[in-house]
């Protein structure tokens, strides 16, 4: 695969072969690991993400007419290719839902043509990032866009009003009812930070989180197994819990406190939407005690946090996988202090908070266990919280 510094060379140059002209900026969008709280976002809940290294790449040059032309570099094809440029008026633009990629694009620049962008523009996009890996590819292409185009019109939108922006695209756009998680950690992650995030009103601080300092890694095993948030039981889950909702006549399941969680499962007949409450409620008071945890540096007492967050969404919400299953059940017997899977589920990737020094021997015993089963062996990195989304100002 082409080193990044390679990539974006060859970008560059693919946008001139393509366009005969330079682009004028290049923006870069992170995905993103949850350390926890996970389907809390649509819930009016809390969640602590971080932004990763790899980054989606949006090179943009804005035209004197209403024409919008994009296409992507296909990092993972040697030598790189570029597929011919999708092109489409922005008069023809529409609320509404596309199977492909190209509903984050269209559906970015559709939004923002009622924000003031007036003339199309040429793009080429390509992405560091595994698409269905539960490490949020989709939103990091629609903020590199989005905040490209904002910048590149000088639209005046704050990252939040962007992070909320995508969130309608994934929405509408792309048909899938997610939250604001995603976006909100690639645009506003910050180096060595956690984004302790409150959905309920959008505001969040930052956690500072290194936790090699403490003689630890958190180590990052894609699955390899492919999710498609679209097509899984993820629109099912929210559905679910709107359902939990109206039995309980509250607006959200913010409301449900640990306190009243009991009383409140009572009301709710379904045994299975009381399992879906149950994992809600729980999950919200696990980032609280996380976000305490890594304040006191009790990494111990973080890493059960973990493994709990885990079961629940494994038994409480089924949104885990067998594949999922075994990196974290391997992981916590080879002795790390917690394990979870991260992101919306039903594929994707695992974290484990491993003591320094033994990450090599928990990578082994992992992808050997995938192997006896007969699973696709998985990947694994150490991702470091990084700086959310940005103006590649070094290159243009
Ligand atoms: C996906 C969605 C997010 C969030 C997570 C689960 O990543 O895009 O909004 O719901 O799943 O926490």
């Not at 950690?185 to 409150?198: F, H, I, R």
């Not at 095993?221 to 109206?246: F, G, K, W």
Request: negative net charge; hydrophobic residues 35%.
């Amino acid at each position: 695969m082409p080193t990044h510094a390679t990539s974006i060379g060859v970008a560059i140059q693919s946008f001139e072969n393509t366009y005969g002209v330079r682009p004028s900026g290049i923006w870069r969008a992170p995905g993103r690991v949850n350390l926890i709280g996970e389907h809390t976002d649509y819930n009016c809940g809390l969640v602590l993400p971080f932004a990763i290294s790899e980054s989606c790449f949006a090179l943009m040059t804005p035209r004197n007419d209403q024409l919008m032309r994009i296409c992507s570099l296909k990092e993972t094809t040697i030598p790189v290719t570029i597929e011919s440029p999708h092109e489409i008026h922005l008069d023809a633009l529409e609320p509404k839902t596309m199977s492909t990629w190209l509903a984050y694009p269209y559906g970015i620049a559709y939004l923002l043509t009622h924000h003031g962008m007036k003339t199309g523009c040429d793009i080429v996009v390509y992405s560091q990032i595994p698409i269905g890996s539960g490490l949020s590819s989709s939103a990091a292409l629609a903020c590199s866009l989005g905040l490209g185009l904002c910048e590149l019109y000088s639209l005046g939108l704050s990252r939040l009003d962007i992070a909320q922006m995508v969130r309608q695209v994934e929405n509408t756009f792309a048909g899938v009812p997610s939250g604001i998680l995603d976006p909100l950690a690639s645009l506003t992650g910050k180096l060595d930070n956690l984004v302790y995030l409150d959905t309920l009103d959008n505001s969040y601080r930052y956690i500072p989180f290194n936790p090699t300092s403490c003689d630890l890694e958190l180590l990052l095993i894609d699955s390899n197994v492919r999710h498609r948030l679209s097509t899984s039981q993820y629109a099912q889950r929210s559905q679910e819990c709107l359902e939990i909702c109206e039995n309980l006549s509250v607006t959200s399941l913010r409301e449900v406190s640990l306190d009243n969680l009991e009383s409140a499962l009572e009301l709710i007949s379904s045994p299975v939407l009381k399992r879906r409450c149950r994992h809600v409620v729980t999950e919200n008071r696990r980032v609280e005690l996380a976000v305490e945890c890594i304040e006191n540096q009790d990494f111990v007492q973080l890493g059960a946090l973990l493994t709990q967050g885990h079961e629940s969404l494994r038994d409480d919400f089924e949104v885990s996988v067998p594949e999922l299953d075994m990196a974290v059940e391997v992981a916590i017997t080879r002795g790390c202090l917690g394990a979870r899977m991260t992101g919306g589920g039903f594929g994707g990737s695992a974290i484990a908070l491993v003591p320094k020094g033994s990450s090599e021997a928990v990578r082994k015993a992992i992808s050997e266990a995938y192997d006896k089963h007969g699973y696709a062996l998985p990947d694994f990195s150490i991702p470091r919280p990084s700086q959310g989304a940005t103006r590649q100002e070094d290159y243009c």
